[in-house]
Structures are given as structure tokens and as C-alpha cells.
């Protein structure tokens, strides 16, 4: 079989792993839904894009798919944008200045000017959320 439609097939399976015991039959990521049931042309895109990762195999593809949906539930993605850092800290560490040719975000990170490296590293899972998310394109 081709490998889109098996990555599809798989997804009810995938949702089990990445959020046990919750029941899902689809999910948003990056703006997409993902729903076994109902399939679209932008989640066939998406799930193309995680097997051609993985060199169209598929099961490599749903375990890559399964970490990230796990990662961001962990890491609350969904929740970093409505987050507010102090600007005193956070504030001068970086920018995203505009985008590359493809549109994916450039970023310069400034840790030169860093005075207190404990008030920003201090907390890493703090930092780690907010840099480079809460910087304006």
C-alpha cells in the first residue's frame, strides 16, 4: 500500500499513544486538523511531510508524529503565545526579524548583553518557553 494512506489508517492509534486514555478522534496541530475519520487535503500534506521525514516508513513516520503530539501537550504549546515574561529578563535576549524565501521564521538570539545569566537561565524550562515564541514577527 501506499505509505499517505497507511500513515492515515494509523492515526487512531497514534492519537492512543500520544494522549492515552483521552479519547481523541482528531487534533489540531499547527493549525491542521488531524482526524482519522474525516480526512483533508492539508492533513494528507502534513502527514506526507512526517513520512517523507522518516523515508516513507510509515511506522517511523507515526512514532515521529506520536513524540511530537506528545511534546506538545507536554509543553502546553498551545498556551506559550498567551504566556507573559518579564521583559527586564526576557526582553533584549532575541528577535525574529522577518522570514527566510520559505517563510519559516529567522530568529537572532543576543546573549552578549546577558547581565544576570542566572535570572535568565535560572529557570531553563521558563526560558526554553520563552524564547523565541513571544517575539514579534
Do not use: H
Amino acid at each position: 500500500s501506499p505509505p499517505l494512506p497507511l500513515a492515515q489508517a494509523k492515526l487512531p492509534g497514534i492519537f492512543v499513544k500520544a494522549y492515552p486514555g483521552a479519547g481523541l478522534t482528531s487534533v489540531t496541530l499547527w493549525g491542521v486538523e488531524l482526524s482519522a475519520s474525516a480526512p483533508n487535503a492539508k492533513a494528507s500534506v502534513l502527514l506526507a511531510k512526517f513520512v517523507r521525514a522518516r523515508t516513507l516508513d510509515v511506522a517511523a513516520a507515526a512514532d515521529m508524529l506520536t513524540a511530537t503530539l506528545r511534546w506538545r501537550a507536554e509543553f502546553d504549546v498551545d498556551k506559550v503565545m498567551e504566556e507573559k515574561f518579564d521583559e527586564g529578563v526576557f526582553g533584549k535576549l532575541g528577535r525574529v526579524y522577518g522570514k527566510d524565501t520559505e517563510g519559516r521564521p529567522v530568529t537572532y538570539n543576543l546573549y552578549g548583553a546577558v547581565k544576570d545569566m542566572g535570572a535568565v537561565f535560572g529557570d531553563v524550562q521558563k526560558f526554553i518557553r520563552c524564547v523565541p515564541f513571544n517575539r514579534p514577527v
